[in-house]
């Protein structure tokens, strides 16, 4: 496992982008399917800014966690305010802030944890094991310095995947679609 650089941008993009071109949650944000590049170069950017960004050591998977200690800065704000614009459009950013809101709220309080933001892997190399290895990196990393991994998925086809990685399930939302909750303690 390396952390990215800046350098990986286009490649970051570029796994995350195809790996949820079908996302339900990832097209919700979304004005159209056009815009997913943009949505995973504003979540690149927040992940430099507030949290990590990580690459398997062959760069065919990747992952951008949040830390929600980082605070806001001026900075993460902008980026916010031009994925409104860019990305999101100001019909879709009423219901997109209510799902983040939700979110945010959903998220535990009292533990020390590392958000899974996203976790994607090259479309090509699925099922290889190869997501299986680098979650598996990423809690041990993790281990010594968290309570517990957070993450969302509205994928199903994912949640055997996250529980058979030790995660549980701790909420369900609707947003026109399921939105599982999972955590992990360390």
């Known amino acids: 496992m390396i952390r990215a650089k800046k350098e990986d941008i286009p490649k970051l993009i570029s796994i995350l982008t195809r790996s949820f071109d079908d996302n339900k949650s990832a097209n919700f ?39 929600p200690k980082k605070k806001s800065s001026v900075q993460s704000v902008w980026l916010d305010f031009t994925l409104i614009f860019s990305v999101v459009g100001l019909f879709r950013m ?45 809690i041990e990393y993790y281990r010594s310095s968290k309570e517990a991994i957070c993450l969302e998925t509205s994928t199903l086809v994912n949640i055997p995947f996250y529980e058979k990685q030790g995660f549980s399930r701790y909420a369900t939302k609707y947003f026109g679609f399921e939105f599982f909750f999972y955590m992990k303690k360390l």
């Open 29 to 67: 944000a979304v004005k159209n399917k056009k815009a997913l590049p943009k949505l995973f170069k504003y979540s690149v950017a927040k992940g430099f800014l507030c949290g990590d960004v990580w690459m398997n050591e062959e760069k065919t998977a990747c992952a951008i966690l949040l830390d």
């Open 94 to 138: 009423k219901k997109v802030r209510r799902k983040e809101n939700i979110t945010e709220q959903t998220l535990p309080e009292n533990v020390d944890y590392i958000h899974l933001w996203f976790l994607g892997v090259e479309p090509k190399m699925q099922g290889n094991g190869i997501g299986t290895s680098f979650l598996q990196e990423l």
